[in-house]
Structure formats: C-alpha cells, structure tokens
C-alpha cells in the first residue's frame, strides 16, 4: 500500500496563477481531507470530504476549490494564488469502524507563492 | 472548538535520555493521535490512543480521558527522534492540532 500519496511536492507560483494539488488514498477510506501548515502552527483544515459526491468548508476555505473525484483522489484548487496562501499542504484519509478514528497523511505539498 | 496544549514547547536532549510530552486537551474527545514530523516534514502516524497505554518500542503513550490529557514517554533517546511531536483530537468532523513539542536530540 502506497497510502495517501500527493503531487507536486514542491511548487512556485507567481501571484494571481493558478494551479491543483493532487491527492490519492488506497486505503479504501471514505473520508478525505485537505490540511494547510504554515510556520509555528499545527494543522489547520482547508476543506473535508466525508464520503464520495460530498464536500464541505472547514477552518480556513478562502481562496481554495476542491473536487472529490472518485472514492480514491481529493483534489484541491487554488484559483488565483496569493502569498498568504504561502505553506505547506496536506491530504489526508480517515479510517473509521469500529474501534478506529484515525487519520493518515500525504507527505505533503511545499507551495510557495511570490 | 476543542482547545489542545501541548508542553513544553521545546525539549532538548543528550541522547540517551529520557522524556515526557503532555497534551491537554479542553473537552471529552473519542479520539486521540499522538504524531512525528521529522526534519523533513513528512507526518508519521505514533499513536491512535483514545484511552489508556500503547508501547511501541522506546515510545510509549497514555491517555486519561477522564482528566483530558495525554502523555507522550520516549525513552532512551536517538538523535533520529529529533523533530516536532504533535497530538490531535477528533473536534466534530476534523482533527484539532496542538502547537507541538520540537525535540532536539544531541549527539
């Protein structure tokens, strides 16, 4: 098992472009997440995908789109980037059953926006 | 939502030496994690502990949910265990993060 895998792991952009960040999970795991790091800080959620055909909002979703493709890949989408969206992006995937409720993460995207 | 502290805020080590985390957290949670960002930023899973005592190898960890804290033990510290220790607990559909624990472990 891969587990939760993203690409790119490292990115440049310049004010105003756009770009998306690719996630997949082969865990088979229903839920899906999409995380920001940014200095000092734990984890803060951009955005959440409880199950396959839904989305919502977590903490700070300004700025971001995200699509949940199928049950394996969570996308997210920076339309138009600006500096403070500057950080480091993780994807997650929860296991939840009996017993368990717990998430795993995507070794991360370092974004840097000029 | 539910607030998480972590202390100390950083912990200094000669290695071979031992250590103890605490994470506090402000409300009753059905789930705990306890995780390692190492120096190169990749988040590695230590814990899933909602209650009581896990070991695995020289890390170890204990949860009271009861009293809402959680204690992260590693012992006989490597310089390979260097990095930021951070608990989370599940706050309604998402995982709230402590600010994290930055372990430095001298040679």
């Known amino acids: 098992n891969a587990g939760v895998t993203q690409t790119p792991k490292f990115q440049v952009l310049k004010t105003g472009q756009s770009m998306t960040l690719q996630c997949a999970q082969d865990?088979?795991?229903?839920?899906m997440y999409w995380y920001r790091q940014d200095p000092g800080m734990g984890l803060r959620l951009i955005y959440y995908s409880a199950s396959e055909g839904t989305t919502d909002k977590g903490e700070v979703p300004n700025g971001y789109n995200v699509s949940r493709l199928n049950k394996r890949e969570f996308s997210l989408r920076l339309e138009s980037a600006a500096p403070s969206q500057t950080s480091v992006y993780f994807c997650?995937?929860?296991?939840?059953?009996?017993?368990?409720?717990?998430?795993?993460f995507g070794p991360g995207t370092r974004l840097t926006v000029l | 939502g539910i607030q998480v502290e972590q202390s100390p805020p950083d912990l200094i080590l000669q290695e071979g030496a031992n250590s103890t985390l605490r994470c506090n957290f402000s409300d009753s949670v059905n789930n705990l994690q306890w995780f390692h960002q190492n120096p190169w930023g990749q988040l590695i899973n230590l814990f899933y502990?909602?209650?009581g005592t896990k070991q695995n190898g020289r890390l170890s960890a204990t949860t009271v949910a009861t009293e809402r804290y959680s204690l992260l033990y590693i012992s006989s510290s490597q310089t390979t265990d260097s990095g930021v220790y951070f608990c989370a607990v599940n706050d309604d559909y998402k995982l709230s993060f402590g600010a994290g624990t930055t372990v430095t472990v001298r040679a």
């Open positions: 997650a995937s929860r296991r939840l059953g009996a017993g368990y409720n717990e998430q795993f």
């Open positions: 865990m088979n795991h229903n839920s």
């Open positions: 502990i909602p209650s």
